[in-house]
């Protein structure tokens, strides 16, 4: 039996699509359930320069300045193996990754 792929959608902010060469939005394929863990292995795979840039090498845990959205949500507080709304599995709307601001 086939494992099901999906084209997933991503936008990046600025400075990763400095790094990765790339313009507003990338799609990638994800292989088996799309979560943000799965997008995430498939973006770094396709993109490798972003390793360690979205999450942490060690524990693979967002950054803290890093926020995720989909479909008008913030999931960057969802557990990682989290089903991704079928909107952005099906390709309709993708993942924003945000790179969040702090100060006062």
């Known amino acids: 039996m086939e494992t099901a792929t999906a084209t997933v959608r ?3 902010p600025h400075h990763l699509r400095k790094l990765a060469h790339v ?3 990338v799609a990638v394929e994800v292989r088996g359930a799309v979560t943000v863990a799965a997008v995430l292995d498939a973006l770094e795979d396709s993109y490798p320069m972003l390793c360690g840039t ?3 090498h060690g524990t693979r845990q967002r950054r803290p ?3 995720f959205f989909a479909c008008e949500e913030d999931l960057s ?3 990682p193996d989290a089903l991704l709304p079928e909107k952005v599995a099906s390709g309709v709307e993708p993942l924003l990754v945000v790179g969040a601001m702090a100060g006062g």
Request: proline share 7%; hydrophobic share 40%.
């Open 54 to 56: 979205i999450r942490d």
């Open 10 to 12: 991503v936008v990046l």
């Open 77 to 79: 507080h969802e557990p």
């Open 65 to 67: 300045f890093v926020r």
């Open 23 to 25: 313009d507003r939005e």
